[in-house]
């Protein structure tokens, strides 16, 4: 199962993705999580320490190959996931996409070329389950990088601009060849939150995946530099996520 999450900026995306894959992880699955996101935080949030998190190897480009039906990966997926990921809390594996070295040197196409390829193979092994954490920016859906998805995760806030990113992001997603589009609602405060993102699903013809509360401990522990799990826990949010991930893997 490869699920990916996306959505506007500052909406909780890879908060949502380092708890969720570590969840799946203590379920017994086997997670490879992808960061796609070109300015990686990603293998923080799951713990891993800042300094190993800093020296972290992105994916090369060299391991694309460019065909007429794709990129594809020239080396096995096995290979791939035991030597350019690194190991974080609870036994889940992180890749990174990679993010520009210099100003000016053009566009990320090689990275997106590369997270599509591995995610493309990640799909021929039946025991792992694949989290990806995507950027800000339509781009992994304009260049087809979550073609290869099973689910796309759509993290909305209850405001106009970030429903509105999603309203835009569904509509591409429809394109591309993704078995399942759900919402995730996220911060909710209220009811009328929870109420003003169900119209929005039923109006747009979504499906609504799951809420999750807001909650001062997400801020604190980003403060402290510590992921959710590791904190002193807020049972609302962890087991609102931990519903998510119930649903995802049954």
Sequence with gaps: MRVALAGKGGVGKTTITATFARLVARRGARVVAIDADSNPNLAVALGVERERAREAPFL???????????????????????????????????????????????????????????????????????????????????????RHVDTLMLVTEPYYRSLETVRRLAQLAAELPIARLAVIANKVRSEADAAAISEFCHHHGLQMAGQVPYSDSVVNADLAGIPLLDSTLDGGVIAAIGRLADSLLD
């Design 60 to 146: 090369p480009h060299q391991l694309v190959s460019r065909r007429f039906d794709g990129p594809a990966l020239t080396e096995p997926i096995e290979t791939v996931v035991n030597r350019y990921t690194l190991a974080a809390p609870d036994g889940v594996r992180v890749a990174l996409m990679g993010m520009p070295t210099h100003a000016g040197e053009g566009c990320l196409c090689a990275g997106h070329a590369t997270v599509s390829a591995v995610l493309g193979d990640l799909g021929t092994l039946p025991d792992v389950v694949t989290v990806v954490d995507m950027e800000a920016s339509p781009e992994h859906l304009s260049r087809g990088t979550t």
